[in-house]
């Protein structure tokens, strides 16, 4: 089975801290993916990556980095929280294009 | 623009019933999968399916990618069942990522 892991579930933060979610997937894929949920927007791409050091925006990278250095990790990085970070993120992977993709459990963060 | 639209955004069901979900999608896709998102927000696999149909126990799903929709049923509807089912599609220019649908929120009621 594919195993997407992220690395905390809840996380709880304070406004101007840099803030680290980390995505770790076990089955080689060349892609991965951080999303994020908000109640009546929906999912959304902040930022994706096809290869080891390759980084493309998404549809809202505003407030947001991302670091790829090795194949199986992929970190998004909140320079300065805010409380309009506060969400739900999601980490994914998938082969290439069309492939299937696969989901993390989620991180829910509170920027307070 | 690209788009993907759900129907119905809710659903009420009695346990036993059937319900389809419906997914329209605006251009050509080279993947189409479909997702129940679990109470504490993970999202598990139903199908990917960019054509044709499958199933999996009391769930199935059909694409018919020339006409852009795909279709999830869902049979003899359990409690266990609720949640939110999303439709997400990875378009043609797409490098792999996938574009969501607003959800169906189904409830089914013992």
């Known amino acids: 089975d594919v195993k997407v892991t992220q690395s905390s579930r809840y996380l709880v933060k304070r406004t101007g801290e840099k803030v680290f979610l980390e995505c770790v997937q076990d089955?080689?894929?060349?892609?991965m993916f951080w999303y994020r949920q908000d109640p009546g927007l929906g999912l959304r791409l902040i930022y994706f990556?096809?290869?080891?050091?390759?980084?493309e925006k998404g549809d809202i990278p505003e407030g947001y980095s991302v670091s790829r250095e090795k194949k199986e990790r992929f970190s998004l990085i909140l320079e300065s929280a805010s409380t309009n970070q506060t969400s739900m993120y999601l980490c994914?992977?998938?082969?290439?294009?069309?492939?299937?993709?696969?989901f993390g459990q989620g991180t829910r963060l509170t920027v307070v | 623009g690209i788009q993907v639209e759900q129907s119905p955004p809710d659903l009420i069901l009695q346990e036993g019933a059937n319900s389809t979900l419906r997914c329209n999608f605006s251009?050509?896709?080279?993947?189409l999968q479909w997702f129940h998102q679990n109470p504490w927000g993970q999202l598990i696999n139903l199908f990917y399916?960019?054509?044709g149909t499958k199933q999996n126990g009391r769930l199935s799903a059909t694409t018919v990618a020339t006409e852009r929709y795909s279709l999830l049923y869902i049979s003899s509807s359990q409690t266990t069942d609720s949640g939110v089912y999303f439709c997400?599609?990875?378009?043609?220019?797409?490098?792999?990522?996938?574009?969501f649908g607003k959800g169906t929120k189904l409830s089914v009621k013992p």
């Open positions: 994914a992977s998938g082969q290439g294009r069309g492939a299937e993709a696969f």
């Open positions: 089955m080689d894929h060349e892609n």
């Open positions: 990556s096809y290869d080891v050091k390759m980084k």
């Open positions: 251009d050509s896709m080279n993947n």
């Open positions: 399916i960019p054509s």
């Open positions: 997400a599609v990875g378009f043609g220019r797409s490098q792999g990522n996938l574009i």
